[in-house]
């Protein structure tokens, strides 16, 4: 019998009973819980656990904390949202990629 897998859902929202009413949360946990019944919602940092197969997360800004546990714990992590990081100081204005801007951000860059 295969193991089913734990999901952290992770989004800085202050408040856990609005991720019912806004329509992308909510289709998003809709989703995870399709593929897995275990499913963990954090809303701050602290809530994130440890033991999580795949770590889930909204908004590039507030990632980081996923970002470093998904990479201690060497297990994945999806950031969803839109995201759009713009390159100072480059004519014409330039974009990246999360992954290089993870990249720079983790080795002080920015």
Known sequence: MQKE???CFFTSEKNKR???FISYYKN???LLKFFSNNVV???R???????????CSWWLAGSIVPF???KLKRKPLIILG???IHVRNSYPPATISVNQFFKNYAFGLY
Request: aromatic residues 14%; negative net charge.
């Open 18 to 20: 609005t991720l019912q």
């Open 45 to 55: 940092p602290h809530e994130i656990p440890w033991d999580c197969d795949l770590y």
């Open 41 to 43: 919602i954090a809303t």
């Open 5 to 7: 897998i734990k999901i």
């Open 68 to 70: 470093f546990i998904s």
């Open 28 to 30: 998003d946990i809709y």
């Open 82 to 84: 839109q995201v759009q």
